[in-house]
């Protein structure tokens, strides 16, 4: 079961976590503790639960810690949300983020659904 090197959801999760930690350190410094943390978390969080599923001995807890992966893509699509307002994020950077988000989300679900 230690295949989740080879997901592409996995390897596309692992890049979000490392464009999120080099975005937010652009963040204000008071948001260390703040949103930036909880942002990174929660980048994190999404391989990390797909790693974890992916070292279970069944489909049904694999596709309970993809749901946990979910939650976390839809948390930081969230937090994204909120910087971009506060104005932390560009526009643009933005609309990278959320587009590859939701193409990490939607490759979540369709794995979930073959389990």
Partial sequence: MNYFKELKVWQKAINLVTDTYTKSQNFPKEELYGLTSQMRRSAVSIPSNIAEGCGRKTNKDFANFLGIALG????????????????FLS?????????????????????????
Avoid at 72 to 87: C, G, H, V
Wanted: proline content about 0%; charged content about 15%; hydrophobic content about 45%.
């Fill in 72 to 87: 976390s893509a839809f948390e930081l699509e969230t937090q994204l949300i909120i910087a971009k307002n506060l104005n």
């Fill in 91 to 115: 526009a643009n950077d933005f609309g990278n983020f959320e587009s590859e988000i939701q193409h990490i989300q939607n490759m979540i679900i369709k794995l979930q659904s073959t389990l």
